[in-house]
Nanobody
Framework: QVQLVESGGGLVQAGGSLRLSCAASGSIFSIDAMGWYRQALGKQRELVALITGKSITAYADSVKGRFTISRDNAKNTVYLQMNILKPEDTAVYYC????????????????WGQGTQVTVSS
């Protein structure tokens, strides 16, 4: 099993910044993709940003130029730097990790964090 611990959410005014962190621990041999999703009230969960094992990144159009995803492989941690936040960014943000473990022979599996609330006031 892999455990994901998220931190960094909170309440911020429009135009402000927040940095989310998600640390993975447990039966990890290697981590491939890491990402952030969000789910606003009454809406479906959507991809915000993704970073592959080779640090190739992808972003939702709505956050391009404002959000930056990064990872620290030594710490099994993924970050989401969110700048110029807008009220429409308000949502619960979920970390996602695709990992292999505990040995190289085990299949890759996806894991979700518990979610962290981000609220942007206008």
């Amino acid at each position: 099993q892999v455990q994901l611990v998220e931190s960094g959410g909170g309440l911020v005014q429009a135009g402000g910044s927040l940095r989310l962190s998600c640390a993975a621990s447990g039966s990890i041999f290697s981590i491939d993709a890491m990402g952030w999703y969000r789910q606003a009230l009454g809406k479906q969960r959507e991809l915000v940003a993704l970073i592959t094992g080779k640090s190739i990144t992808a972003y939702a159009d709505s956050v391009k130029g404002r959000f930056t995803i990064s990872r620290d492989n030594a710490k099994n941690t993924v970050y989401l730097q969110m700048n110029i936040l807008k009220p429409e960014d308000t949502a619960v943000y979920y970390c996602y990790v695709n990992s292999v473990g505990p040995t190289v022979r085990d299949p890759a599996r996806g894991y979700w964090g518990q979610g962290t609330q981000v609220t942007v006031s206008s």
